[in-house]
């Protein structure tokens, strides 16, 4: 810190990986869908924030002790829209620093870790000021929704839903919540490794994605089918069963990048080796008959998923079929992880 705060506070937090994916937004960032994640263990945030009294308030930020004038902007629109909620915007200068655990350029979003890192961090700098110590983790969520929807699940471990479902009376669209459903062991331990089929900043961000759905053709079959996924994912992650978990996963990062395909302008962002891997996937579950499935976000890489127990067989197949498919033959092996944690400094 360069400006010698009076309070920091600093967290870890992590990325997350959605199964039923948020593809569209109304309003102050809320869902027009449901969507349903885990969070990951390896890819994470590490975010101190510290405050400096000002009257004028402002705020700086650096990543791995560099500023990057792309997320500035995106801080700036995040701390205007919730400065009511955190008096302590209005009257400290707030130093931003932030490391993450996978490396640059790999195609990994960084939004979901940073943008809850960052809220976890303010919401407790907050308490601090206020003469507190507890964490309404529910409010930080709706925070951290407010700096990147996706961020909204990173608050918590293992399996999260975010968006309103009548169904499901504790769902919101302003903050996401643990699944409101006992997960079996098959899902508890799921490996995801990340197949880099290219590293390259993607031609379309996810926020313009979003706002393609405003005026879609298929927008009310789209909000239909996430709901219907989001129920029947729910049922698959207490029961147990990976066939249904793995038509879900593969027909939502499909249906994901087919809306991209139909959209107006239509782009694009599956690349030769995405669909060579698909298909090897398929291939391997039909002749082994051992449970992997995939999915993808706002890119061309592919998240390939399975249960612990086949990590062996799983780990000697990626090396001989999948890896000659990756960019630099890189793998980035991740798992289920248990959420975000404070990190209190020993110096
Ligand atoms: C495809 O959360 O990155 O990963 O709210 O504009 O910051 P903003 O978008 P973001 O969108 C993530 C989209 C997705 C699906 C998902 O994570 O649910």
Redesign the pocket.
């Known amino acids: 810190m360069t400006n010698k705060p009076s309070l920091t506070s600093t967290w870890q937090s992590p990325s997350n990986l959605?199964i039923v994916?948020?593809?569209g937004?109304k309003a102050l960032?809320e869902p027009v869908n449901p969507?349903v994640?885990f969070s990951l263990s390896e890819a994470k945030t590490t975010t101190t924030v510290g405050l400096v009294p000002r009257q004028d308030g402002g705020f700086s930020f650096r990543l791995d002790e560099l500023p990057v004038p792309k997320f500035e902007k995106k801080i700036e629109t995040f701390f205007n829209a919730i400065r009511a909620r955190l008096p302590i915007i209005e009257n400290h200068f707030i130093e931003i620093e932030s490391t993450n655990t996978f490396p640059h350029s790999t195609g990994i979003?960084s939004?979901?870790s940073a943008m809850s890192a960052l809220a976890l961090c303010l919401a407790d700098l907050q308490q601090q000021v206020n003469g507190k110590n507890d964490l309404d983790i529910t409010e930080v969520s709706s925070l951290a929704r407010i700096g990147?929807?996706?961020a909204s699940r990173s608050v918590y471990g293992n399996w999260n839903l975010w968006g309103r479902m009548a169904e499901l009376p504790e769902s919101s669209d302003f903050h996401a919540i643990p699944a409101p459903v006992d997960i079996a062991p098959v899902f508890r331990d799921l490996h995801d490794d990340i197949l880099i089929v290219s590293s390259q900043s993607k031609p379309v961000s996810?926020?313009h994605g979003?706002k393609l759905m405003d005026l879609h053709p298929y927008r009310e079959g789209r909000i239909s089918q996430a709901r219907r996924n989001t129920l029947e994912l729910l049922k698959h992650l207490s029961s147990g069963n990976f066939e249904g978990f793995a038509k879900i996963a593969e027909s939502e990062a499909l249906s994901?990048h087919g809306l991209m395909m139909s959209s107006t302008p239509a782009f694009t962002l599956l690349r030769p080796n995405t669909l060579a891997i698909i298909e090897k996937i398929r291939e391997f579950r039909d002749n082994k008959d051992i449970p992997v499935t995939f999915t993808m976000?706002?890119g061309p890489n592919i998240h390939l998923l399975y249960p612990k127990e086949f990590l062996n067989e799983v780990s000697e197949w990626e090396e001989n079929s999948l890896k000659p498919f990756c960019e630099d033959g890189r793998i980035l092996r991740d798992h289920i992880g248990k959420g975000p944690e404070k990190i209190i400094s020993t110096k």
Request: no cysteine; charged share 15%; proline share 0%.
């Open positions: 959605a994916k948020y593809w937004k960032q969507s994640s979003a939004s979901a990147s929807g996706s996810s926020s979003h994901l976000d706002a």
